[in-house]
Every structure is written in C-alpha cells, then in structure tokens.
C-alpha cells in the first residue's frame, strides 16, 4: 500500500506530529528530498528492505527492470507504482532515472 501526502512546504511539523498521532504504525513514512516535489510524504505499507539502512526510494510507474545496475537495491510493485531502494541519488542519476526521491522521514 501506497498513500500520498501533499503537504506544503512549512507545515511539516504539524502534519509529522498529526502522523505520529493517527497514522499507520506498520507503514514507513517517507519525506522527498526535494520541496517541490507535488506529494511530499508518502506512506509505503510492507517496507522494501526494511533491513538496509539509508540509501534513498524511488517511487515512479513500472519501468524497466534495474536488476544488476549499480546502487539497485531492490522494488516492489504495487499497482501502477513501483516502489524501489537505491543506495544514493548519485545511483539513480547514473541509471537516467528521474521522479522524486524520498528517504525516511
């Protein structure tokens, strides 16, 4: 599961601490490392490599599978989204890839 937050810049402490309050506590929270980024938060269900520890996510339709590239750690597709794990933003430029990247919030 997937949810999406559109949250203007300057109101993420009240909706960090509205999250804290009700949100789902099996969900990884995600902040885009971008402020223009149009969905800002995002709620991720059943974390992708819950394990590894930072690196940044890729959330972006279906594409093309990254198998083998360097930095690639792993995806889920989820409906029309695929969910993936990169080691850095530095990776994700290198494989041409484009979309908002998030790390945890």
């Known amino acids: 599961m997937i949810e999406r937050f559109a949250v203007p810049p300057g109101e993420d ?42 690196g940044v996510w890729r959330i972006a339709p279906p594409g093309a599978p990254q198998v083998g ?3 690639f750690l792993g995806a889920r597709v989820d409906g ?6 990169w080691s850095s933003p530095l990776m994700v430029q290198r494989a041409g890839l484009g979309g908002p990247l998030y790390v945890a919030a």
């Open 13 to 54: 402490a009240a909706f960090l601490a509205a999250w804290r309050e009700s949100g789902d506590p099996g969900a990884v929270l995600l902040r885009a490392l971008r402020d223009d980024t149009p969905h800002r938060f995002v709620a991720v269900g059943e974390p992708l490599l819950p394990e590894v520890e930072g």
């Open 80 to 85: 029309d989204v695929e969910v993936q794990r």
């Open 69 to 71: 590239r360097q930095g």
